[in-house]
C-alpha cells in the first residue's frame, strides 16, 4: 500500500468521525441549534397561555407590578420543570431571596407559586408564555396583578 492509499484512509477515517461528532451532537443537547427557535429576546416562541403546557413556563421570568414602581418592587423568578421555584424579591431596596413550589392548571388558567417562608400568589393568567399577567391575590389576601416577563 502506497502513501497516497493511507493519506485517503486517514481522511475517510476522520470524515466518518466528523459526521458521528456531529450526529451525537445533534442528538445530546445539540438538537437545541436544529430545534429551538428563539424570538428576538432570546427566549422560545411564545405559546398564548391558553394553549400552554406547564413545561412552556419552565424559564426565568421578572415580575413588576403595575400598582408599584420598580424601586417599590421588582423580582426575578424562576420556575423549574420539576415544580419548584427559585425567587428574588425587592421590596423597598430590600432583598428576600426565596425557595417553592408553583403550578399551572390549564383548564382554568391558574397560575400559583409559594415560597417556603409563605409568601404567595395566584390567580388567572392572560397573555403569553414569554409575557403574562395574574390578576390574583397575595398570601395575605390583598388583590393584586404581577406582570411576568421573559
Not at 39 to 47: I, L
Not at 68 to 90: G, K, L, N, P, Q
Request: charged residues 15%; glycine residues 8%.
Amino acid at each position: 500500500m502506497g502513501s497516497s492509499s493511507t493519506i485517503w484512509i486517514v481522511l475517510v477515517i476522520v470524515l466518518i468521525l466528523a459526521v458521528v461528532c456531529c450526529l451525537t451532537l445533534a442528538c445530546v443537547g445539540g438538537a437545541l441549534f436544529f430545534v429551538y427557535s428563539p424570538d428576538s429576546s432570546g427566549s422560545a416562541n411564545p405559546k398564548p397561555v391558553e394553549q400552554a403546557n406547564t413545561s412552556d413556563f419552565c424559564a426565568e421570568y421578572q415580575i413588576t407590578d403595575p400598582e408599584r414602581t420598580y424601586s417599590e418592587y421588582h423580582a426575578t423568578i424562576t420556575f423549574d420543570c420539576d415544580m419548584t421555584m427559585s425567587s428574588v424579591e425587592y421590596v423597598d431596596g430590600e432583598e428576600f431571596a426565596g425557595q417553592g413550589t408553583w403550578s399551572f392548571d390549564k383548564y382554568s388558567l391558574t397560575f400559583s407559586f409559594e415560597t417556603e417562608a409563605g409568601a404567595r400568589f395566584s390567580g388567572t393568567t392572560q397573555g403569553n408564555t414569554n409575557d403574562f399577567t395574574i390578576d390574583g391575590q397575595w398570601s395575605n389576601g390583598t388583590p393584586g396583578e404581577i406582570r411576568l416577563t421573559r
